[in-house]
């Protein structure tokens, strides 16, 4: 069984400071990783996926994520943070054979000017 | 290309009541999975349609159920309300099953039951 845990229910940054964003995964295949942002009243948008290719992905919006097997986590990150990054983000993992994803219970990033 | 588009937006119910939730995927788009999303349990996985059939399910009681209809349309009921129903909906779709392809979400429908 696949599980995804994310470290921090919240997370608080000031605007222009590093936004680091923790997920770990248990899986017994090879997984395919993926990180999600959704806004309020709305539905979930892709920000990173990782498919066994690079270990480094970037993604939109700045945020990039590193897959590390010996650790076997996830983490997002992204250099600079905007106000306009506040939001909540999930981590999740699916493996080869279904589409299905199992989430991380996210975590809610908070930018303060 | 349309996004995923969920309808109705909101719903308000009251226990004992059923409920239908439409979901239509982005044209060409042969999966669709439904998830729930409530405060205290995050998002899970109800169940996936592809080819008009269930091909995967979450653990959920048979009070939840679902259908694809062939233009890849699907509907998900829930029976005999109860107020832990209460939560966000939302529908996904992708192009194929592959664990690798990115699910695309629609806006949710918000059910409330009283």
């Known amino acids: 069984a696949q599980s995804v845990t994310q470290l921090g229910s919240h997370v608080s940054v000031s605007e222009g400071a590093l936004v680091l964003l923790r997920c770990n995964y248990s899986?017994?295949?090879?997984?395919?990783l993926f990180w999600y942002v959704q806004y309020p009243n709305q539905g979930l948008q892709l920000l990173l996926k990782y498919t066994s290719a690079a270990t480094l992905v970037k993604g939109i919006n700045g945020f990039e994520a590193e897959f590390k097997k010996s650790e076997t986590s996830f983490h997002l990150t992204k250099p600079s943070a905007h106000m306009s990054d506040a939001a909540e983000y999930f981590c999740a993992v699916s493996d080869s054979g279904y589409s299905t994803l199992t989430f991380g219970k996210g975590t809610m990033l908070l930018v303060s000017p | 290309k349309a996004g995923v588009t969920q309808t109705p937006r909101y719903l308000i119910k009251t226990r004992g009541q059923q409920v239908t939730l439409s979901c239509s995927p982005i044209?060409?788009?042969?999966?669709v999975s439904w998830y729930q999303q409530t405060p205290g349990q995050g998002l899970q996985f109800l169940f996936e349609?592809?080819?008009?059939?269930?091909?995967n399910k979450g653990n959920f009681p048979g009070r939840f159920s679902g259908r694809q209809f062939s233009n890849s349309r699907s509907e998900m009921n829930v029976s005999t309300l109860e107020l832990g129903d209460s939560a966000l909906y939302l529908c996904?779709?992708?192009?194929?099953?592959?664990?690798?392809?990115?699910?695309?979400f629609g806006p949710g429908t918000r059910l409330t039951v009283l």
């Open positions: 349609y592809f080819s008009e059939t269930q091909r």
């Open positions: 996904a779709s992708s192009p194929t099953r592959t664990g690798a392809n990115e699910q695309f």
């Open positions: 899986s017994s295949v090879p997984p395919y």
């Open positions: 044209s060409g788009h042969r999966s």
